[in-house]
């Protein structure tokens, strides 16, 4: 019974028809074409497979598909790629800027960060103190060797920074008195230089001005970044006569001393510099007399 309906189905998809086109007038006949359900059928599904395979095409190879709702031109994904690697450059310049005024701020305020290497030697030493006490002689003698390297390479490293800053011609920044002397152990990162009010404070090096601000300790306070990764800042300024962002040359007026801040106690400058962010001795380098 049901290999009857099936049967007829088929019986019907094979049956042919013929499509006739003849003149109304004279019925004459023009055009004659035998056709059976199934090839209809699969003619009208080629074709639909035939118009889908043109659209796909135009839409994925042709300009075309920037008019279709969620398609997105070319231009504005290069646009889009250019503008997430200039976010990314952005975004480094500033971490770098940032770091960059964060130790500048330090460096303000006498706050010395310890570098990874005297932390790493701090930590050394802390180990070699919780050695048991029946440990052998030949890890005492290899802990003892590997101090002593580390010394040696930290004393390379001041050597080194010495000669880059005489390297470079320093100009006094003012001449007079040294009243107070640099003193690390004490937290005096600085010089200070008494000399006549009103006179002017000259830049120690060519450099540009990346600090230019006041504060209620240190008063008029102006910093210069030189070449070598030095950098000179003057304090207590009666009047500040450069900006941030300006270059100034050796010897180049920047401020005129003053005795301006909380931390002072008559006309005076407070002198420093700071080479690889590390305070040295500005009278090393420099005769203020």
Known sequence: MSNKPRKKLIHKLKSKFKLVIINDSTFEEKFSLSLTPMNVFVAFSSFLVFFASIIITLIVFTPIREYIPGYT???????????????????????DKELYY????????????????????????????????NAGKLEQQLQKEFEHAEDNFALEQLNEMSAAVNAV????????????????????????????????????????????????????????????????????????????????NAGEPVAVVGNTGELTTGPHLHFEIW??????NPEEYINFN
């Open 169 to 248: 011609h320093l100009y006094a920044p003012v001449k007079g008195v040294v009243s107070e002397t640099y003193n690390a152990t004490e937290g005096h990162y600085a010089v200070d230089v008494v000399t006549k009010q009103n006179e002017p404070v000259k830049a120690i090096s060519d450099g540009l001005v990346v600090l230019s601000t006041w504060s209620p300790e240190t008063g008029n306070t102006l910093a210069i970044q030189h070449k070598n990764n030095l950098l000179s800042i003057y304090k207590h300024n009666a009047v500040l006569l450069k900006k941030v962002g300006m270059f100034v």
């Open 73 to 95: 031109d070319t231009r504005t994904i290069q646009l889009a790629k250019l503008a997430n690697l200039r976010v990314d450059s952005l975004e480094k310049a500033l971490i």
């Open 275 to 280: 080479d690889n962010g590390q305070p040295t």
């Open 102 to 133: 964060k130790n500048l701020l330090n460096i303000m305020h006498d706050r010395i960060q310890y570098s990874d290497t005297a932390m790493m030697k701090q930590g050394d030493k802390r180990t070699s103190e919780n050695l048991p006490g």
